[in-house]
């Protein structure tokens, strides 16, 4: 594609996001990200992936985002490196330890965990501190990690069903064990309270453990008619009582499975979703409950969109269900050539308060803060005069 | 006065038949012409990220602030679509005036089609033509609206549907017996693509725009002059950016008019503007503009450009500088 053609695109999708954004700001990284982890509610860390040397950084976001009512009052637009370090490993999984100012990391080929410590105002050097040994010594797989606010300080994780500890971060010493009699790789890891965790499996089941006790967790299977080769991905609603606490189950092959946690064996409703998928990296899924806005999922790593789902008014069949919203914005602003591999998105997070604010990673290192117009929610109000 | 049928200023508040109002008019409006017109808004639809509302605020500022009183007021009649064909083709007036603009070019204007909107673009671009015509007359003119500089022969973009700007140039072209020669200084934040297309090969009118290189649009056209400038520049270096091209650009160009476009735009609070000039900064450079062009005899017609910000009177405000620079330099030049 020509340049000119190339720019003429760019400034069609600029123009209509003036139309679906309340706000979109870009920024482009040296090399891609897999990771989107909330430091602060204006610090994002963001990770390379490659085999040998890659940064971490603390990413702040452009203060304008934050202006709300007085948006012109701020000019600071772009992003800006407020730490930075290196990690001579490929980072898969960064998770911050709330209350702190510590992350920890997984390099997605062994169980282990690498302990880093974000630097505050004095110091921009993100420094590691140390390492979490996985429960297994021997791993393939990476570890997923989950932390939640605690005094000292804890942190989740483990490759597979079998591998799952609770870990003190500054003792190293263990806390809790999940005894399992399988050992399930492990899509994610997810607190739903102080001490009861989740546990998604890739074949699509979940653990539920308290790290409380020694009982044995409860299991719940695949969701009905999973296939032999489909690959889930899960996540919670979080910050609710577990009692309505909702859990979403995303296969590889689009279909999304929403069920109660008490109640994980029947689905509250399901879809088949539009997800496009042209290529399929299986590191790249990832499926999340908007935290504010209630009913709202969000998948991202099927293609090059990061797609928005209103889950209010789906039923139990199994029916196709079109996103509310898309955002296009790493497909168009890639300059694709016939040859080259289509951009995908890499990773995608929702902002923890601002209600339609998200941030996503794609391939090509580009990253994205946008906030976007509900549909839905504008087509409803009626037109108003604009005279005097 | 005016042979153009189309033109005629009328006084808001007088019901006096044309011929006898003029030289009422002419005795009492001493001061400096404002065109403005309320049929420069239309509805749009909530939440529309256009700031419409700007144009009476602009006015209202204006009178509240006692800058001018309503007794300068003129206002224009809607453009023909005669006098739009100067500069837009048949097929594109035809569809736009009737509503059978295509989605697709509807979405790169970032406004739906609507009469509403075909009618209050007709207006600015009156709007302008008149302020092109009493500058003639009275050597400073002010809109309180214009710059729809993105705007192409045969299709609208960037909330520009008619390009006002090349249709008021066209117009002066046109309508004299001698050969004229207009200046269009474009100091919108964003380049004025559609009127420098327009005017490429047109050697009786020259295009200068000074504007942000990555603002929209990324696709940039040629004018006469371009100048692109970085982010963030300050408001120094952008008006020594600006004093360094106008004064030898008068001198070696000599129009006979000048079309100014004020876009606020690069003030630091807009919402797209990528530059960091203040409300200071805005008023020396309208200022700087207004005088340098003035002080060499030449009549300059003024347009608001563009400015986006969801305080639509904060930006009225922004806007209304250049109202008030032209009423220092018709206070300073005696006009």
Known sequence: MED????????????????????????????????????????????????????????????????????????ERDFKVAHGGFSDRPVRCLKHIPGTRCVVTN????????????GGDDCDVIRRTGSVAGRRTVSERGSRVAARLSSPPQVLHGAQSSDVQLTELNSGRALY????????????????????????????????????????????????????????????????????????????????????????????????????????????VSVSWAPTISDCISVSGFSGVVQI???????????????????????????????????????????????????????????????????????????????? | MSSCPNIRNTCIQSDLPAHLFLSQVRHESTGLPIIHHSGYVCELPTN??????????????LLQDQVITDRQVWV?????????????????????INGKIDEREQRRTGFPWSEGIVRRCRYETGGTVLAAEVALQRGLACSTAGGTHHAFPGYGSGFCLLNDLAVAAKYTLSNSSTRRKVLIVDLDVHQGDGTAFIFKEEPSVFTFSVHCGKNFPLRKQQSD???SVEDGLEDKEYLSTVEQHLPWLL?????????????????????????????????????????????????????????????????????SIVHRAATQVWRECGM
């Open chain 1, 309 to 388: 789902y209103n889950t209010c008014g789906w039923s139990t069949e199994l029916q196709e269900r079109q996103p509310l919203f898309q955002h296009r914005g790493h497909v168009v602003s890639s300059q694709q050539t016939d040859d080259s591999i289509p951009v995908f998105t890499t990773a995608h997070s929702w902002h923890p308060e601002l209600p339609r604010t998200l941030l996503s990673a794609a391939s090509d290192g580009s990253v994205h803060v946008w906030d976007w117009v509900d549909p839905e929610q504008s087509a409803a109000d009626s037109p108003t005069s604009r005279t005097e």
């Open chain 2, 48 to 61: 529309h990220r256009f700031p419409m509302a700007k144009f009476p605020r602009v006015l209202h500022f």
């Open chain 2, 251 to 319: 001198e070696s160009f000599r129009p006979d008019l000048v079309l100014y476009d004020a876009g606020v735009d690069p003030h630091w609070e807009d919402e797209l503007g990528r530059l960091r000039l203040t409300d200071e900064g805005l008023y020396q450079r309208d200022l700087y503009v207004m005088k340098t062009v003035v002080s060499k005899g030449v009549p300059v017609a003024t347009v608001i450009g563009g400015g986006y910000s969801r305080d639509i009177d904060k930006l009225a405000l922004r806007h």
């Open chain 2, 225 to 227: 002059l371009d100048i």
């Open chain 2, 76 to 96: 224009p009649e809607i453009a023909s679509k005669d006098l739009l064909s100067g500069v837009h083709t048949e097929e594109y007036l035809s569809n736009f």
């Open chain 1, 107 to 118: 390099d997605g080929l062994s169980s282990n965990l690498q302990v880093w410590d974000l």
């Open chain 1, 4 to 75: 000119t053609e190339f720019d003429d695109i760019l400034d069609d999708w600029f123009i209509e996001s003036l139309k679906t954004y309340k706000d979109l700001h870009v920024y482009q990284l040296e090399h891609p990200t897999q990771v989107i982890e909330w430091t602060s509610g204006k610090t994002v860390c963001v990770a390379g992936y490659s085999l040998s040397k890659n940064e971490i950084l603390e990413l702040r976001l452009p203060l304008k985002l934050f202006a709300d009512e007085n948006k012109g009052l701020c000019a």
């Open chain 1, 177 to 284: 064990k999940l005894e399992t009699d399988s050992a399930d790789p492990l899509s994610s890891l997810h607190f739903v309270s102080d001490t009861v965790f989740l546990a998604g499996c890739c074949n699509g089941s979940v653990y539920i453990g308290d790290t409380r006790t020694s009982a044995a967790p409860q299991l719940s299977p695949p969701p009905a008619s999973s296939g032999d080769s489909d690959l889930w991905w899960t996540d919670t609603s979080a910050g609710q009582h577990p009692s309505n606490c909702r859990v979403v189950r995303l296969s590889s092959s689009g279909r999304a499975v929403v069920s109660d946690l008490r109640s994980l064996g029947g689905a509250v409703c399901q879809a088949q979703l539009d997800v496009q998928a042209r290529c399929c990296n299986l590191d790249d």
